[in-house]
Nanobody, 121 residues
Framework: QVQLVESGGGLVQPGGSLRLSCAASGSIFSINAMGWYRQAPGKQRELVAAITSGGNTNSADSVKGRFTISRDNAKNTVYLQMNTLKPEDTAVYYC???????????????WGQGTQVTVSS
């Protein structure tokens, strides 16, 4: 069994910062890409940022220059540093990872339970 556990969400004022963490645990042979998605009320889930096992990153235009994704491969953990937060960043943030559970297995997509980020004065 594989679990992704997120932490670090909360309420912050506009212009503030938050750091999200997501740790993968359980039966893990290897992890490929890891990333963060978000879903605001009434909207579709969207990619925020992603990072490969080699450290290549990709992020949505709306967060470029404000959000930074990083990972610690030894800890199977991905981080999202969010700076200069705006009210439109308010959403539930979900961690995602492509994980192979065994040497002969294919990569499968796993999701965390989500963490609420609210940007409001």
């Amino acid at each position: 069994q594989v679990q992704l556990v997120e932490s670090g969400g909360g309420l912050v004022q506009p212009g503030g910062s938050l750091r999200l963490s997501c740790a993968a645990s359980g039966s893990i042979f290897s992890i490929n890409a890891m990333g963060w998605y978000r879903q605001a009320p009434g909207k579709q889930r969207e990619l925020v940022a992603a990072i490969t096992s080699g450290g290549n990153t990709n992020s949505a235009d709306s967060v470029k220059g404000r959000f930074t994704i990083s990972r610690d491969n030894a800890k199977n953990t991905v981080y999202l540093q969010m700076n200069t937060l705006k009210p439109e960043d308010t959403a539930v943030y979900y961690c995602n990872a492509l994980i192979r559970r065994g040497v002969w297995d294919q990569f499968n997509n796993f999701w965390g339970q989500g963490t609420q980020v609210t940007v409001s004065s």
